[in-house]
């Protein structure tokens, strides 16, 4: 079984010097689009393919794409006076139209599911860049519940909420929050360990780490337990590379 598919990367040359807030904001725009672009391609993975590169750098003098083991790379075409002269919902299309038509030339190329890429454009189009994954829920043992998280993602925050369901009836508390600057987001991971922990108790358990963050319907309220000590609030930074 190969690798999964992680992300789409676009690189641009920026005016702005590393660590200021211009240079953030522009990373963390483009980091956003392209990452949503990936979520909305709901697991698809482009044959032998596990990272896509974007070098706009090279428009014009590379004359083909190229393909090194499992990462391809292809030149788009980056105008930096027309995107700075955008608002910011007209940088978000700018960096969507350049994602997406890298995504269509590539997939012509090397004959991948081009239909994948349409209908994470126009999911994106219709939703207006609202980045929001609802995992499938989850029964407890009493049959009595269900429960699910749902993810929620601005430019720099990614929040992790669980919502449970009792009969006609939901509750839902926000399990935590994190930074969230880079291509790629540590809360995926996590994401895949959430269950229920008995019936009263939903949330995630990363049992290797000795780590548990849940709701409580008992309790109403999100508690922590970090190597057996259970806390009301606990700073992720500690424990992940977020």
Do not use: C
């Not at 956003?32 to 698809?44: I, R």
């Not at 939703?127 to 269900?146: H, L």
């Not at 430019?155 to 926000?174: C, L, M, P, Q, W």
Request: hydrophobic share 35%.
């Amino acid at each position: 079984m190969g690798a999964s598919f992680s992300d789409i990367t676009l690189y641009t040359s920026t005016p702005y010097k590393n660590d200021t807030p211009e240079y953030w904001e522009e990373t963390s725009l483009k980091n956003f689009v392209s990452d949503l672009y990936v979520q909305k391609m709901h697991g698809y993975k482009p044959p032998q393919a596990t990272r896509i590169t974007l070098q706009p750098d090279y428009y014009n003098i590379w004359d083909r794409t190229w393909k090194n083991g499992s990462i391809f790379s292809i030149a788009p075409l980056f105008e930096r006076e027309k995107y700075e002269a955008l608002d910011k919902r007209g940088k978000y299309q700018y960096i969507l139209d350049i994602v997406h038509g890298s995504m269509i030339q590539l997939g012509r190329e090397y004959n991948w599911d081009n239909e994948v890429f349409e209908a994470a454009y126009k999911e994106i189009i219709e939703s207006e860049f609202s980045f929001i994954i609802d995992y499938p829920f989850k029964t407890s043992k009493d049959r009595n519940k269900q429960g699910k998280l749902v993810i929620e993602k601005t430019e720099r925050t990614t929040t992790v909420n669980a919502v449970i369901k009792i009969g006609d009836k939901s509750v839902s508390g926000k399990l935590f929050d994190k930074r969230n600057w880079f291509w790629y987001d540590s809360a995926y991971q996590i994401a895949k360990h959430y269950r229920w922990l008995d019936n009263e108790r939903f949330g995630i358990q990363i049992k290797k780490l000795n780590f548990s963050v849940w709701y409580s319907l008992a309790d109403d309220k999100v508690l922590f337990e970090v190597n057996g000590e259970v806390k009301d609030e606990y700073n992720l930074e500690r424990m992940f590379t977020l």
